[in-house]
């Protein structure tokens, strides 16, 4: 019989994305590009006839899941702990304004050093470990030969994904950004799930990402 396959989505472009600033979970909705690219990338993902449809319950993680639930009749069952990463205090700041006021903290990153965003925010480790509990919760709503589809974040995505298919920390990063409704499709094999679809579906788009 034919395993259970995991189709991780990233939401749809926000007006934070476009303007580069750090959205972590603060709740800022689609602007009408990511509402047109929702919909655009529902009705390719509706070909695969998903059994379940599971969001993130920040909004834009919600609207993006919410169309195709539209095409599909399908209810979507919110998980929180498919949210991105909480940025706490760097919330709105863009990339810009990061490096110039916290050049420690850069350098830190840069050297691959996992520290706690905003002061009172979350680490790397810490979103992936709840990121890959959301999606294995995820699989668990499918029986084999089933798709579920889980909409999800940037950051979230990457790091959950990673976890999932075993890969260590120190090659997280050797898995690219995801552009603003890109999916990846992860199936189980011989020694657990692997990735077998990455960054699918709407590329040449540009990363719009605050991953980083």
């Known amino acids: 019989m034919t ?19 750090f959205q972590g979970q603060t709740d800022i909705p689609l602007d009408p590009v990511g509402i047109e690219q929702a919909r655009a990338a529902a009705a390719r993902l509706a ?20 169309e195709l639930a539209r095409l599909t009749g399908l209810e979507v069952t919110y998980d929180l702990d ?11 700041m863009t990339r810009e304004e ?5 050049p420690d903290i850069q350098a830190r990153g840069d050297a ?5 965003r905003g002061g009172d925010g979350e680490t790397v480790a810490e979103l992936a470990e709840r990121a ?5 919760r995820a699989i668990d709503l499918v029986r084999d030969g089933e798709t579920v589809v889980a909409a999800c974040h940037g950051l979230a995505m990457r790091v959950g994904i990673a976890r999932l298919v075993g ?3 120190a090659y997280w990063e050797a898995l690219g950004g995801l552009s603003n409704c890109s999916w990846v499709v992860c199936e189980p094999g011989r020694r657990g799930w692997r990735i077998v679809e990455w960054n699918a579906g709407t590329l040449p788009e540009p990363v719009l990402s605050d991953d980083r």
């Open 47 to 66: 070909a695969l006839r998903p059994a379940a449809i599971v969001s993130s319950d920040l909004q834009r993680a919600a609207q993006t899941a919410a």
């Open 98 to 102: 990061f490096r110039v006021r916290f």
């Open 167 to 169: 890969l260590p920390a």
């Open 3 to 21: 395993a259970a396959r995991l189709v991780v989505w990233r939401h749809g472009r926000t007006s934070w994305n476009f303007e580069g600033k």
């Open 112 to 116: 691959g050093e996992d520290y706690r």
């Open 132 to 136: 890959e509990k959301g999606l294995r």
């Open 82 to 92: 498919l949210r991105e990463i909480d940025v706490g205090s760097w919330a709105g």
